[in-house]
C-alpha cells in the first residue's frame, strides 16, 4: 500500500509509532479514494471531440482539486504515522476530519474551476452556458468564499485538535524534546491556517472578495516563519543540552 512504501522511504527524527496499518487508517484510506472517485464519476465519457476538448479543459481544476486534497490526506498520515494513537478522542477527531472532507470536494472543484475561467476564458460550464444560465451571481461570490474558507478552516482546526491530543499525551507516548517540539510547530501551522481562514471570511462578509483572496497567499509565507521559529527552538534546545552535559 502507498502509507506503508512512504513510511519506508521515510528518514526523520521523529520516532514512528504507528508502523502498522491501523483499520481507522485503512477506512481513511477508503474514504479519501472515495473523495477523488467522487471528481472522476462527475466526468462522462466523452461522445464527440469537441466533448473531449471541453474534458480536456477541465484538467487543471480536476488536478488542482486532487492536490489538495491529497495534501489532507498526507496530513493525516504524518499525524497517524508518527503517533499511532488510536484512542476514541482521535477517532472521532479523524472520522470529522474525513467528512468535512467528503463535503468540501465538489466546493472545491467548482472554486477552482470559476478561478481558472476567469483567469484563462476557458468555458468551464458549456452545461450552464448552453442553457443560459449564470455561473455565479456578483453578491454570491462572497458566499462561495466563505463556503470554501469555513471548510478550509475546520480541516485544520480538527487537524489542530489532533496534534493538541498527541501533546496532551506526550507522557504516555514518551515524546523526546525534539518530538514535543515538532508537535508544537504542528499544532502551531494549522492554527496559523485556521486563522488565514477565519480572515479570508471576516473579509467576505465585509464585501471585500478581493482581500479574501489575498489571505491565502499569505500561507507560504506562514509555513517558512513556522520553519524557522523551529529551527531556532531547535538550536536554542540543542545549545541547552550541551551546557547541561558538561
Known amino acids: 500500500m502507498l502509507r506503508k512504501k512512504i513510511f519506508k522511504l521515510s528518514t526523520t527524527a521523529f520516532k514512528e509509532r504507528g508502523s502498522e496499518i491501523q483499520r481507522i487508517e485503512a477506512l481513511s484510506d477508503a474514504v479519501f479514494a472515495f473523495s477523488v472517485s467522487l471528481l472522476v464519476v462527475s466526468l462522462e465519457v466523452p461522445q464527440t ?66 478561478l481558472i475561467a476567469s483567469w484563462t476564458g476557458i468555458n468551464l460550464f458549456p452545461q450552464a452556458a448552453e442553457k443560459g444560465l449564470s455561473i455565479i451571481h456578483q453578491e454570491d461570490f462572497s458566499q462561495l468564499i466563505i463556503l470554501f474558507s469555513v471548510g478550509y478552516g475546520v480541516i485544520w482546526f480538527l487537524l489542530f485538535l489532533m496534534y493538541h491530543r498527541a501533546f496532551s499525551c506526550r507522557e504516555k507516548l514518551a515524546l523526546t524534546g525534539f518530538e514535543i517540539m515538532y508537535t508544537l510547530k504542528e499544532k502551531r501551522g494549522a492554527l ?55
Not at 484538467?59 to 482539486?65: D, G, L, N, Q
Not at 489575498?214 to 507560504?220: E, V
Open 192 to 246: 496559523w491556517n485556521v486563522l488565514i481562514g477565519f480572515a479570508a471570511i471576516v473579509m467576505a462578509l465585509a464585501g471585500w472578495e478581493l482581500y479574501a483572496g489575498i489571505c491565502y497567499l499569505f500561507i507560504p509565507v506562514l509555513i517558512y516563519l513556522n520553519e524557522l521559529r523551529f529551527t531556532k527552538e531547535r538550536k536554542k534546545d540543542s545549545k541547552k543540552q550541551q551546557r547541561t552535559n558538561t
Open 49 to 114: 471531440f469537441e466533448e473531449l476538448r471541453i474534458l480536456l479543459n477541465g484538467a487543471i481544476p480536476f488536478f488542482a482539486t486532487v492536490a489538495m486534497i491529497f495534501l489532507f490526506w498526507y496530513q493525516q498520515y504524518k499525524f497517524f504515522r508518527r503517533y499511532g494513537m488510536n484512542d476514541i478522542h482521535t477517532i472521532l477527531l479523524n472520522l470529522a476530519y474525513l467528512a468535512v472532507i467528503l463535503f468540501y470536494v465538489y466546493p472545491l472543484k467548482f472554486l477552482f474551476s470559476l
